[in-house]
């Protein structure tokens, strides 16, 4: 097993291998020796980043309506997306599984019938890719 630090250095529940390269891949965590690593992020304000977009969304799924129990991703975590509201939709499980780790948009191209409010949606998308550019570019020309 894996020690897994918080932000502050203080120890969370230990994780597997697997977890903890899984996170420092995703530039989530860093390595601090062979059996440790530190998460660059603060897991239990994810959950309240969770709770604000369930709210927010009314705990309805953008994607089809139905009640929504999780939240999906605009930007994929695995493509660096945020874990801040803005880049989370409520959705239920069955269009969070279906979607997996396809783009917002093509999901929306598949789901654009069943859709409760298509400008809503999309706004949100447009928005929440937008901002990860910027983010990106900030992440750039500071190490310039
Ligand atoms: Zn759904």
Partial sequence: MITVL?????????CVLDRAWREVNRARAVWIDEQTIQLLYNPFSFRDYRKTALKRDKYTCLWCGRPAT???H?????????????????????????????????YLI???????????????????????????????????
């Fill in 6 to 14: 918080n932000v502050d250095g203080q120890k969370l529940t230990p």
């Fill in 70 to 72: 999780t939240v999906d």
């Fill in 74 to 106: 605009i930007v994929p975590s695995s493509k660096g997306g945020s874990d801040l509201p803005q880049n989370l939709l409520a959705a239920c499980m069955a269009c969070n599984t279906k979607r997996g780790n396809r783009s917002a948009f093509s």
């Fill in 110 to 144: 598949e789901k654009v019938f069943s859709v409760p409010n298509l400008i809503k949606l999309s706004y949100r998308i447009i928005k929440a890719r937008r901002n990860h550019r910027q983010t990106n570019r900030c992440k750039y020309s500071s190490t310039a």
